[in-house]
Each structure stands twice: as C-alpha cells, then as structure tokens.
DNA sequence: AACGTAAATGAAAACGATTTTCATTTACGT
DNA sequence: ACGTAAATGAAAATCGTTTTCATTTACGTT
C-alpha cells in the first residue's frame, strides 16, 4: 500500500500542490477503512478541518482517482463510493455492508474463467469488476 | 428464459394492467441484445411506440426488476443499466464495451472463492458482483 | 356494450448529486 | 516578500431520478 507520506512526495513530483483541503481528504481517507461516497467524505473531512467545501472534494476525489490512489466500489453505500486503494496491483474487494469496512484480496482465480469465457465468447476481455458483499464479524456479533 | 409471452401472463396474474407502455418497453428490452439505461431505453421505445414518457419508462423498469424480469449492469454504459434476464438462476455478464451486447454466463468458480474468503476473513457472505467487460468479435473486426 | 373503479400515465415540479463558472485565495518557485 | 499559475468556494447550471397530482385507461362487473 502507498502510503500519505509516498502520496505527498508524488503529488510534489507532479507539480500539484499541496493544499490544507487535499491534505485533509488524504488523511481523512487513509485513516478510514471503509468505502466512502463523496457526501461521507465531506462529512468525515469536515469533522476535524471544518470549512472545505464539496466541490473540492469532488474534484479531490477525481484527482486521487485518477492517479490511481483510490478506487471506486460499486456494490453497497452507492454506486460510486471511494476507498483507499491498498493493494497496489490487481486487486478486488469484499465489502461489509453494515459498517462499510472494506477488505481487499488479490489473489483470484478469474484469470482461467477469463480464458474461458474468450474461448467460448470469442470477446477480447479488457478488465472485469468482481465485489463480494457480506457481514463481517465485528457487525454480526453485534446483531 | 422467460420470453414476452409468459412475462405478460405473470403480469396479469399479478394484478397488473397490460398498458400499451408497458407492452411497448417490455417489446424494446426483449428484442434488444444491450444493456440499456434508462435514457437510452426512453429513446429506443419512443423511436417504435412515440409519446411514452420517461417517468413510465424509470416506473416501468422499477417494476420488471422488483418482479426479476431484467438485471442490472454496473460496468459499462452507465452505473444503471438493465437488460433482460436471460438465464433465471445465478449468472453473471459479459459485456461488450463497444456495443454494450450482453451475454451471460451462468458457471462460475466463485464458490470457492467465496469458501476461501470466508474462513480467511470471516465475513459472512451474501452475494457478489461479477462483471467482464470486453470488445465482442464483431467489434473488434469493424476496428 | 356501457359503467365504475383502481391503477397507470404524463407533465410539471421537486429533489439530490455532480459539474461548471468565475472571482478570490493560496502554494510555491523566484 | 513577490508574482503567477493553480486551487478553492459560492452560486448557478446541469443531469438523472423521484414525487405530486390531475387526467386517462385497462379491465372486472353489470
């Protein structure tokens, strides 16, 4: 995983700057280990620096995303939610739909499913979106 | 799959009035092979039957999922997209990127997945999310 | 075949999420 | 400390979706 100190350095390197507002929404996403929608960002980011606006984390948000610090999920919370992206390869993710929490895992077997489906489909397959959506432990023992 | 003819039969058993809008939507998903948003599937139905609008088309697609009859995409396209459910049980999608067909595929190794994760995580897993996204032959020779 | 009724529709308004615009502020190299 | 380009915030615009409500329609009953 990259971490904040590795990000700052690359955000540096590429000549974006480093605002108090990108510095609260990197820490406020490193620190949460849940899949966040923009309006929870706001929310969480303004709790301890009050005063950024939603526009900004938007387009924070889009930037991370495009550097490819973050990634989206689609299952759960909504249909675009952010998270961390911790594993910096290929990588899926296992959501807990109660607290949010998200656990990444690499290793899958859809390489052979892949092969698979070309063979069978004739398509030319460029990526895929796999998502396991459950309880975690924490939350079932709390119900 | 369950074809025109059963899906308005369940609708009348239902209790649900067979509308010309609804046997005009349910016309247009049918004979389309896509995965379609809700825009475009306003568009496609006003092309065949005009003066349909899009309020219908956003209640009507509301009911044939509640009732099973088409499923949605996440990939592709947009972040809400349906299509028809072709195979009734568990299956997942392969999607063209390029002229949004859709094929389905229902053998999926994922119950291992799944198995492993599980004892690995301790989640407790309710469902997942499966998409590959590619370019079909067809499209890839018009290229 | 006409009637009555509840369900379905359409148009407009409301709503929520996201994007754009533009004037002001800020980070950072000089 | 200064200058400049980039970043921000507030407001407005935009887009997708939902709600409201008056009108229309499908369909069971006469």
Redo the contacts with the bound molecule.
């Keep these: 995983m990259v971490n904040r100190k590795e990000i700052i350095d690359i ?2 390197l590429r ?8 510095r609260a ?1 990197l820490d406020t996403i490193t620190r949460s280990h849940s899949h966040l ?3 929870d960002v706001y929310e969480k980011v303004n709790k301890r620096y009050p ?10 948000l ?2 991370l995303t495009r550097l490819g610090f973050i990634c989206e999920a689609h299952s759960g919370n ?3 939610s952010y998270m961390m992206r911790r594993s910096s390869g290929h990588h899926h993710h296992l959501l807990c739909s109660i607290c949010y929490r998200v656990v990444d895992f690499t290793d899958c077997d859809l390489r052979q499913m892949e092969e698979r489906l070309t063979r069978q489909t004739d398509f030319e397959i460029d990526s895929h979106l796999v998502e396991f959506v459950g309880r975690c432990h924490d939350c079932r023992r709390k119900n």
Excluded: F, N
Excluded at 15 to 22: F, P, V
Excluded at 51 to 60: A, E, P, Q, S
């Design positions: 955000l540096k000549g974006y700057k480093l605002t108090r507002q990108r929404i929608a923009p309006a005063g950024i606006g939603l526009v900004t984390i938007y387009r924070t889009e930037l909504s249909c675009r």
